[in-house]
């Protein structure tokens, strides 16, 4: 069978946003910073901004490199369509559990250019998206690599939707609640800017 294989540091963590029979392996990626950076207007006429990420020597980011069908390649860049594929990163990233490197064809979606740029009111983080995105983390590491996430990401001044009731985001998971509140805690101590939906 013919595969792709891809680090994902945003929703891309979380299993549930990706085909069934995916492998995912957890592990970390040198020489990177996770950021607020990449906005786009969707579907619904929604501005919302996005994780991307940026090189960054003596950095290091959690993710999860993924494996699967090469035939899954065009879904998945549809879905990371503001963004491009960046190859060869294998040798900056090491799974957690043998400290092996990733394979040389190793890539990750950053920003295009054209979309990279800081969120703002018009284009500010979905609740739901963040909420998916910990949860996946929660997953994995559990509350330290939530704690994780928020100390090796840049752009926490970017306000965030309150759209947890409603959720705008197209793969927003269902959470426990007092994961839920796990999360809240954590945006509280970021002090964080809230906005209405």
């Known amino acids: 069978m013919i595969t792709i294989t891809y680090f994902g540091y945003g929703s891309l963590v979380n299993a549930a946003t990706v085909p069934d029979g995916a492998e995912i392996v957890p592990g970390r990626l040198k020489g990177?910073?996770?950021e607020w950076r990449v906005c786009g207007v969707w579907e619904n006429?929604?501005?919302r901004c996005a994780l991307s990420v940026r090189q960054?020597?003596?950095s290091e980011i959690r993710g999860v490199m993924t494996r699967e069908q090469q035939s899954?390649?065009?879904?998945l860049e549809q879905r990371e369509s503001r963004y491009e594929k960046i190859g060869q990163i294998?040798?900056?990233f090491r799974c957690e559990a043998e400290s092996k490197p990733g394979p040389e064809e190793l890539f990750l979606f950053k920003a295009t250019p054209e979309?990279?740029?800081w969120g703002c009111d018009?284009?500010?983080i979905l609740q739901s998206y963040l909420d998916c995105v910990l949860a996946g983390?929660?997953?994995?590491?559990g509350e330290e690599g939530v704690s994780h996430f928020f100390d090796t990401t840049d752009g926490w001044h970017v306000p965030v939707l309150k759209d947890r009731a409603v959720p705008l985001y197209p793969r927003a998971v269902e959470i426990d609640t007092k994961l839920l509140q796990l999360f809240d805690d954590h945006v509280e101590r970021q002090n964080l800017t809230l906005i209405s939906a």
């Open 122 to 124: 018009r284009h500010p």
């Open 115 to 117: 979309n990279e740029r």
């Open 45 to 47: 006429g929604q501005g």
């Open 90 to 92: 294998g040798t900056s």
């Open 56 to 58: 960054e020597p003596g």
């Open 72 to 75: 899954r390649l065009h879904a």
């Open 32 to 34: 990177w910073v996770r």
């Open 137 to 141: 983390f929660h997953q994995i590491w």
